[in-house]
C-alpha cells in the first residue's frame, strides 16, 4: 500500500508575486486528509538534521482538510492561521485545481527569519487501496525557500552575490548561491565590487528597484577582510582592515553606492570567517558602502557544502565553531595543560573531561588546529644608543606600546619576544619580533540536541551587524 508522496514547487520562490504548486504523487485515494502547511524550523541534509530553532517547533501557516481521488487533493475546508496586518502572504494551488490560496504568514517578518522562508508541509490521512485502509503520516524531508526580505517594497528586490576567489571555499559558495541569488558576480577587490553596485544599468538587468542583499563570499578573520582595495598589479595591501581604511580615507577609486541603489532597506552580508567579532572594521565597512545599508558578518567560521549522489543534488550554509586560546612562544603546552585551559575558558559549555580529550586530539568531528603568530615591531633610537640589557629593552616597548586594541589588536604581555638591536646611518634602532602559539579547535556547530545549525541573519549570536545589535 502507498505512502504519502508530496512535492513543492518550484525549490525557491525568489518573486513575491509567484505561487507555490503542492503536487501528489501518491496515494491514488486518501479519506480524512489534514494537510499543514509550515515554517520549518528543521529539515533533513543528506543523513544530517538542519535546525534553525532550539526547540524545532514548525509554526503552522494554514490548516486544510479535504481528500485525495486520482492523485489529486480535494480541498473541504482551510483555515489560515492567525497573523499580523502586515504579514508577507504566501500564494499556494494543489496541481490540478486553478484555486489559488493566499495565506498570510505568521511570525515571518525581517527581526525572525532573516530574508529567507523554509516552507514544507505535514499531512496525515487514511489511505486506501481497494478494501484496505490504514493511516499514514509525512512530513518534507526538505523544505521550499521562499524569500522574504520582510518590509514592505525590499521583497521585490534583487540579491546579489560576489564571489572572490577560485579556491574550493569559493567553489562552495557558487554552487550554493546559485540557487539563493539573482546573479552571481565575480570580483576580487573593493574597488571592483563598488563600481558594479554603483552602475545602475546592472541593478536594472538584475530586477526593478535597489538591491535587497549583496552577498560578499571572501576570506575573512576577526581583523582582515581578504579583498584587494583596488583594481590593477601595483603595490597595494593584500586586504581590508581598519588601519588600511583609515589611510585610504576619501579615495576617489572608492565611490559609495547612491540611496537610489542601496538604503536602509538594503543589506550586505560578508560571508567570511569570523569578521563579524570585530565591530570597529563592520563600522568602518558600512562607511565604504554608503553607510545606509545594514552589515552582516559571521562571528563563527563561514562553511559551504555541496553533497551530490545520482541525480540527487543539494548544498547547505553551515558554521564551524573555534574554540582557541593564546600562550607565549612556538610551542603548544602538554595535552593535560590544554585541556585545564579549555575547561576553564569555556566552562559554560560543559562539555565533560572525556570529550575535551576526543576534543583536543581532533576525533569524531573536532579539528585541532595549532599554529605560531609573529608580529613585528620596530622603535628608531635615532642618535641615541639603545641599552644592551633585554630587560630594559622590552621595559621601553611597554612605554612605546599604545595598548590601543585597534591598532594592534593585541597586548605586549601576549608575545614572547626575540629583540635585535641594529646600527645603520639613521642611528640605532631596535626589532623586536614576537612569538605567540594558538591552540585552537575547530567543530561543525550543532545545538544542544545535535542538530546543525542553520545561520540566521536576524541570530546575534550568529553574527555581527553595523550598526551594532
Not at 503536487?23 to 491514488?28: E, L
Request: net charge positive.
Amino acid at each position: 500500500m502507498s505512502n504519502f508522496r508530496v512535492t513543492i514547487q518550484p525549490g525557491i520562490l525568489r518573486d513575491p508575486n509567484g505561487v507555490l504548486t503542492i503536487r501528489f504523487f501518491a496515494p491514488q485515494q486518501a479519506d480524512q486528509v489534514t494537510l499543514t502547511l509550515v515554517e520549518m524550523d528543521s529539515w533533513q541534509y543528506h543523513r544530517d538534521t538542519m535546525a534553525e530553532q532550539q526547540d524545532r517547533q514548525n509554526d503552522p501557516i494554514a490548516v486544510f482538510t479535504g481528500s485525495i481521488s486520482r492523485r489529486q487533493f480535494q480541498v473541504q475546508e482551510h483555515r489560515p492561521e492567525r497573523a499580523g496586518a502586515n504579514a508577507p502572504v504566501l500564494k499556494v494551488k494543489f496541481h490540478g485545481n486553478n484555486t489559488e490560496y493566499r495565506l498570510p504568514i505568521p511570525d515571518s517578518d525581517l527581526q525572525e527569519e532573516g530574508g529567507e522562508l523554509e516552507v514544507g508541509l505535514e499531512v496525515r490521512g487514511q489511505i486506501r487501496a481497494g478494501r484496505r485502509v490504514r493511516d499514514a503520516e509525512y512530513r518534507t524531508p526538505s523544505p521550499v525557500f521562499v524569500r522574504n526580505s520582510g518590509q514592505a517594497g525590499a521583497r521585490q528586490r534583487p540579491y546579489i552575490t560576489f564571489i572572490t576567489g577560485r579556491d574550493g571555499f569559493s567553489t562552495a559558495a557558487r554552487r550554493y548561491w546559485q540557487l539563493r541569488s539573482d546573479g552571481i558576480v565575480g570580483r576580487t577587490t573593493i574597488e571592483g565590487i563598488l563600481t558594479y553596485l554603483g552602475n545602475q544599468a546592472n541593478l536594472a538587468r538584475a530586477g526593478e528597484g535597489r538591491w535587497g542583499e549583496v552577498n560578499i563570499a571572501s576570506h575573512a578573520n576577526t581583523n582582515q577582510l581578504m579583498l584587494k582595495p583596488f583594481e590593477g598589479r601595483g603595490q597595494q595591501p593584500g586586504h581590508i582592515d581598519v588601519n588600511v581604511l583609515n589611510e585610504l580615507g576619501n579615495d576617489p577609486r572608492l565611490v559609495a553606492p547612491g540611496a537610489n541603489i542601496l538604503d536602509n532597506n538594503s543589506r550586505i552580508v560578508l560571508r567570511g570567517c569570523a569578521i563579524g567579532n570585530n565591530q570597529t572594521l563592520l563600522d568602518r565597512i558600512r562607511q565604504l558602502f554608503g553607510g545606509r545599508a545594514f552589515v552582516y558578518a559571521p562571528v563563527y567560521l563561514q562553511r559551504y557544502e555541496w553533497w551530490q549522489r545520482g541525480r540527487e543534488r543539494t548544498q547547505r550554509e553551515l558554521f564551524t565553531e573555534f574554540l582557541f586560546f593564546y600562550i607565549p612562544g612556538n610551542r603548544s603546552p602538554n595535552e593535560q595543560t590544554i585541556i585545564d585551559r579549555f575547561r576553564q575558558l569555556y566552562a559554560r559549555r560543559n562539555f565533560p573531561v572525556d570529550q575535551w580529550r576526543e576534543m583536543v586530539r581532533g576525533r569524531g568531528e573536532a579539528r585541532r588546529h595549532d599554529r605560531t603568530e609573529r608580529f613585528r615591531f620596530t622603535l628608531a633610537w635615532g642618535a641615541g644608543v639603545p641599552p644592551r640589557a633585554r630587560e630594559d629593552l622590552i621595559a621601553e616597548l611597554r612605554r612605546q606600546w599604545t595598548n590601543d586594541e585597534r591598532s594592534y589588536f593585541t597586548d605586549v604581555d601576549d608575545w614572547e619576544w626575540a629583540v635585535r638591536r641594529q646600527r645603520g646611518r639613521g642611528g640605532y634602532r631596535v626589532v623586536y619580533t614576537g612569538s605567540r602559539r594558538r591552540v585552537e579547535i575547530r567543530q561543525l556547530l550543532r545545538d544542544t540536541q545535535g542538530a546543525v545549525v542553520v545561520p540566521n541573519l536576524s541570530e546575534r549570536t550568529h553574527y555581527g551587524r553595523s550598526p551594532a545589535w
